[in-house]
């Protein structure tokens, strides 16, 4: 009985951590800019268009990447404080038989912007990027404050974890307001 235990034990750790390595090969870059009494976030996943993403949209199963886009302040003594947020979802929708993709983006629900295009690079990138997405009005900051930007992507359909355990990849990029 020790030696089945001790063998399910090795192999669920060895599960998880092939789960994180899988993960840890993801990056996401982000890049937080105050302009123009406004903050703006440039965020990319580069190897975020996989294989698996391809045959996905090959297929024809509409798929999406979401982002959690949150500006927080750094409280040193206590938990960081939430500034604003933002919930970015990027579908498309490929046609078999024209052979086009219908792309949309929406921002907290609002459809801000749709294509369609034959061009997988254009996909590739309207999916696994997004830039300068205005996040906040200056106005909400407090001078010479450390604060971040932290962005958890998603992609439906999902590729969970042999847990269960829904895949994400999070990156944060910290800045100090300096009016």
């Not at 933002?86 to 038989?97: F, G, K, M, Q």
């Not at 024209?98 to 907290?108: A, G, K, N, Q, S």
Request: hydrophobic fraction near 40%.
């Amino acid at each position: 009985m020790k030696t089945l235990l001790k063998q399910v034990s090795t192999i669920m750790t060895a599960v998880l951590l092939a789960g994180a390595i899988a993960h840890a090969a993801q990056t996401l870059r982000i890049i937080p800019i105050v302009r123009d009494n406004q903050v703006l976030v440039s965020f990319e996943i580069p190897d975020g268009y996989t294989p698996d993403v391809h045959d996905a949209i090959s297929s024809g199963l509409r798929t999406t990447f979401s982002y959690d886009v949150e500006l927080r302040m750094r409280n040193r003594i206590w938990v960081d404080v939430l500034v604003d947020k933002a919930l970015v979802s990027t579908t498309d929708r490929y046609d078999n038989l024209t052979r086009r993709h219908t792309l949309t983006r929406t921002v907290d629900g609002r459809e801000t912007d749709s294509i369609t295009t034959e061009s997988e690079a254009v996909v590739r990138q309207w999916l696994t990027s997004l830039d300068k997405l205005p996040i906040c009005r200056t106005t909400k900051l407090d001078p010479n404050r450390d604060y971040y930007v932290q962005v958890s992507a998603r992609m439906q359909p999902d590729k969970t974890s042999m847990l269960g355990l829904p895949s994400a990849i999070v990156g944060r990029s910290p800045f100090t307001f300096i009016p």
